[in-house]
């Protein structure tokens, strides 16, 4: 992308109301617009970063055979008021009246349409297990929205759902998502763990929040450093094979984790001295598993082996898409700007062009952004040296190449690493070949 012909609306001075780093990140690096109290308009360098990170969720769920579809975002209140939750659900619901006064909202999840999908087409325990799951737009109405994309209003969620003949099938699929979500997380570049929680207005009797750690979490965290050394690579765990998956459940739940709602001083004593971690944290997702609470108030039942009707098991598993944004870069910024990792960063490297209309700068320039199309935000703007380095320290590319006259005249480059600051004289071959 050529920055000169691109809307990056960048601000040099930090926004008044954005109270966080990566909120005040985010509108600096024009990732994003507040449109009204906690929404947001994704612009195009925020919106490559949401769908990169969607893509790592997508792939993670594919992996363990959940499948794809999309559910509508508004949904009628009927289904809702045969769960009980039309009225519990209270203020954070967005209620809607169509034309002709039919009551609608705005889904804040989805439990209820996806039991009614299955409860019309699963007939039989042979149709069972079945995960699925969608990537859709929420909408709750906070009381008090904050921290930017954080705590939206409006939110892009991944949110899966399963369904089971029994409770050792169930126990199988919350396993296999709990797996999945480390492996996703990991794969940003974030260390999350695993932490007993409340199941809240979802409900249930087995409830995980996964916690990233980050300075300015909004939850304090205790935990054994024991999750720091579990391996939990294809390598090490199998998702289809079930002793797999149960060896994976022990290590992760015997070491003793918890927000400081949860926390227990007794046990925290028994964690070895040595081993005791202390932080704060972002909730980036949270699973569930609560039995037959939507299968039954909603009629879903299948016949089960011996002929008799039975209401499957289920459980829904969230993560926040969009919020994950936010606490990636919580995660990874300094003073000068965010620090992407490499898979989820919008663009692989920066090429700032500092003299552009220079014979040997521009065609040093136009040559990496042809080879790397689609990597390279390329900046041909007509700026200042200085204004260049910034903004690039600002996006925070995993790579930087600077091209400026003197080095381009012997056909030099400087690489930079964002990350560590580190910086290389290279010829422009070398630096290509370390980029790639
Ligand atoms: C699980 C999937 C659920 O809604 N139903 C379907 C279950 N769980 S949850 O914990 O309430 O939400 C799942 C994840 O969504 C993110 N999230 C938010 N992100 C941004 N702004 C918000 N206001 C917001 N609320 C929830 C969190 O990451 C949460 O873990």
Redesign the pocket.
Known sequence: MRLSQSFVPTLKETPADAQIASHRLMLRAGLVRQTAS?IYAWLPVGFRVLKKIEQIVREEQDAIGAQEMLMPTVQSAELWRQSGRYEEYGKEMLRIRDRHERELLYG????EMITDLLRQGVKSYRDLPQILYHIQW?F?D?VR?RFG?????E?L?K???SFDLDRAGAVVSYRKMMLAYMRTFERMGLKAIPMVAES???GGDLSH??IILARTGESQVFYDAAFEEIDYSPRAFDHRSNDDLARFFREMTTHYAATEEKHDPAAWDRVSAGRRREGRGI??????YFRTKYSKPLGFTVSGPDGRAVHPEMG?????V???VGAVIEAGHDERGIIWPEPVAPYRLAVLNLKPGDGRCDSLCEDFYQKLTGEVLYDDRDERPGVKFADADLLGLPWQIVVGPRGAASGSVELKRRATGERLELSAEDAFRRVT
């Open positions: 906690g804040p999840t989805n439990e929420k709750r906070e929205p994309v954080m705590r939206g209003r939110f969620m949110d899966a759902y809240g207005p979802i929040e996964f909730e980036v997702g949270h699973i569930f829904s598993y969230g993560i926040g969009s919020r994950l």
